[in-house]
């Protein structure tokens, strides 16, 4: 069986274009540093954000409804950073962008040393922040001898 490495690319819908571009380019593009291009695909206009790792592509939604995070589909997105001090970074920055990003704190419920920072994109979607945990960095490192 092949393995799978990694997550290549997700795509958003999002309600409006210019709006969510301007969101994005702040969070994706200066805070975290992804790069962007543009692209047309069946005529209808597309942005792409990706780093070394995947790509996240912004294209316009076909209905026009609130993304609901308890309903069938996605709940939210998380990105992963390295560290906690990461975490306390992104989250202060991105409240002095003017995103209402809630303060970076430890989720002990999640695990012991689990930081995070949420946040919603202009359509709803919920969005985090979080460290690269030990218990993630043991089974990325340790994949081949864990049960």
Request: net charge negative; proline share 5%; with cysteine.
């Amino acid at each position: 069986m092949p393995e799978v490495i990694g997550i290549d690319h997700i795509y958003f819908s999002v309600s409006d274009m210019t709006r969510s571009e301007a969101f994005y380019d702040l969070v994706l593009g200066e805070m975290l540093g992804f790069r962007k291009n543009r692209f047309s695909l069946n005529g209808d206009a597309h942005v792409q954000y990706y780093n070394r790792q995947f790509g996240i592509v912004l294209r316009p939604a076909r209905v026009t409804q609130a993304h609901e995070p308890y309903a069938p589909g996605l709940h939210h997105f998380c990105l992963r950073v390295d560290s906690v001090a990461d975490v306390v970074a992104t989250a202060d920055a991105l409240q002095a962008l003017g995103v209402q990003a809630t303060p970076a704190q430890c989720w002990p419920e999640y695990a012991s040393d689990y930081w995070a920072t949420y946040f919603t994109d202009p359509d709803g979607l919920r969005l985090e922040v979080t460290n690269f945990r030990q218990e993630r960095r043991e089974r990325m490192q340790q994949w081949d001898t864990l049960a």
